[in-house]
């Protein structure tokens, strides 16, 4: 006669307070405060300061284009003062036309921006995809005029300028055409040499196949690298319109009509006279300035980072 087998009674398990480690809702124990600063917390910080460094400019204009007082005097009371009267005298002065500053520069600083993106992207393509005499001292040439500062080549432009006007009227001197060519000839090449570096790391592969198929370089070009290289395109755009929008002193020298004035050249009116400064009204026109450029950036910016996806996944 057999007897049945007497089974281990069940061992009790203890589950710590913590969790298992295979638990999803297991907490992890806190970190000392120390030793999360030192990791992480120090980047935080300089992080408020440095967007508090960079915010306070802005909020001091704002505010001071909120004073009717025409002063600056706002830095102890920001937004002590709410009034748009500053932003309504813009308008309101037939002698400083703040609307044809507006459109002026907006005009300018587009087309200088189209036609530095598409000579800057015809000359970048030729350094990268061709090969002939001169290639390398072509580019080392373009980087080396960078080095001079503009404000050398001002003396030189204001006599190119009214010698050219002598001729041809419509290019020289309070001409905005010819402001505009002056824009094109000193941003080419930087931005060019830029372009040349993100077309190198397009791979040349895609060319050759391209050519087997029968393309030429500009079908290449137009239908094949363009896409390819849109976000630099991009930043070569938005960069060349923001320098343009705020450039004065080239601005200065070339157009003296009001009417044909930018922003910076014609905003300067109500703070350059010593026992007249408008710095309320300035500070507005600086203010509705801002929005354009703002809002572009922020639609190339989407643009940027969907460009550069696309570009990985192809």
């Not at 307070?17 to 935080?44: C, I, L, V, Y």
């Not at 300028?161 to 041809?168: L, V």
Request: aromatic letters at 12%; glycine letters at 8%; proline letters at 5%.
């Amino acid at each position: 006669m057999t007897t049945p087998e007497t089974l281990p009674a069940p061992t009790a398990i203890t589950v710590s307070s913590t969790g298992s480690a295979g638990d999803p809702d297991a907490h992890e124990p806190r970190r000392p405060f120390g030793r999360w600063f030192r990791e992480t917390g120090w980047r935080h910080l300089i992080g408020i300061v440095m967007l508090v460094f960079s915010a306070f400019p802005l909020v001091y204009v704002l505010s001071a284009s909120l004073n009717p007082g025409g002063t600056l005097l706002t830095a102890n009371s920001l937004f002590s003062n709410f009034d748009l009267g500053s932003y309504i005298a813009l308008f309101q002065d037939p002698l400083r036309p703040y609307g044809a500053w507006l459109v002026n520069s907006i005009f300018i600083g587009l087309t200088t921006s189209f036609f530095t993106v598409v000579l800057c992207a015809l000359a970048a393509y030729a350094f990268s995809r061709m090969r002939f005499r001169g290639r390398r001292t072509g580019l080392l040439t373009l980087l080396l005029v960078q080095m001079f500062p503009q404000l050398l080549a001002v003396v030189a432009i204001f006599l190119l300028m009214s010698a050219i006007g002598e001729i041809f009227p419509a290019l020289g001197l309070n001409s905005q055409i010819g402001l505009i060519m002056v824009y094109l000839g000193g941003a080419l090449g930087v931005n060019t040499f830029l372009m040349y570096g993100f077309f190198n790391t397009v791979p040349a592969s895609i060319d050759e196949a391209a050519k087997i198929d029968g393309a030429g370089h500009a079908r290449i070009f137009f239908t094949i690298i363009l896409r390819l290289v849109a976000p630099v395109l991009a930043v070569i755009g938005l960069l060349s319109f923001i320098v343009t929008m705020n450039d004065f002193l080239i601005a200065s020298v070339i157009l003296v009509d009001p009417d044909k004035q930018t922003l910076a050249v014609g905003l300067y009116q109500y703070v350059s006279q010593e026992t007249a400064r408008n710095w309320s009204v300035f500070a507005a026109g600086a203010v509705l300035a801002a929005i354009l450029p703002m809002a572009l950036f922020l639609s190339l910016q989407r643009f940027i980072v969907g460009g550069l996806t696309a570009g990985s996944v192809k």
